[in-house]
Nanobody
Framework: QVQLVESGGGLVQAGGSLRLSCAGS????????MGWFRQAPGKEREFVAR????????YYADSVKGRFTISRDNAANTVYLQMNSLKPEDTAVYYC????????????????????WGQGTQVTVSS
């Protein structure tokens, strides 16, 4: 059974940092592109960051560029999202996801492009 399990969420003050982890099992995700999305109450799930297969190229939403960093440890089958300088508008449930499809520059921000999803972890940033 393929699973992605996020952890590391919590409550933090504005300006603080959190590091989210996403541990994979049932499949070796090192050959897949991995992404992070988030969903705030009453809003649609939105793209946050992506690291392509091979771990070389990364993409970020404009709203998090320069503050968030995606990385991966293939030996641990784990993807991370380091979040610095957090803002109240970063409050959301954060999800990791795996994209098994060939690279498509027009679709990497789209929820339906991703094949496996974790259950999410709550991040709350207080002002």
């Amino acid at each position: 059974q393929v699973q992605l399990v996020e952890s590391g969420g919590g409550l933090v003050q504005a300006g603080g940092s959190l590091r989210l982890s996403c541990a994979g099992s049932g499949r070796t995700f090192s050959s897949d592109a991995m992404g992070w999305f988030r969903q705030a109450p009453g809003k649609e799930r939105e793209f946050v960051a992506r690291m392509n297969r091979g771990g070389g190229i990364t993409y970020y939403a404009d709203s998090v560029k320069g503050r968030f960093t995606i990385s991966r440890d293939n030996a641990a089958n784990t993807v991370y999202l380091q979040m610095n300088s957090l803002k109240p508008e970063d409050t959301a449930v954060y999800y990791c996801a795996a994209d098994l499809s060939p690279w498509n520059p027009y679709r990497y921000r789209i929820v339906n492009e991703y094949d496996y999803w974790g259950q999410g972890t709550q991040v709350t940033v207080s002002s």
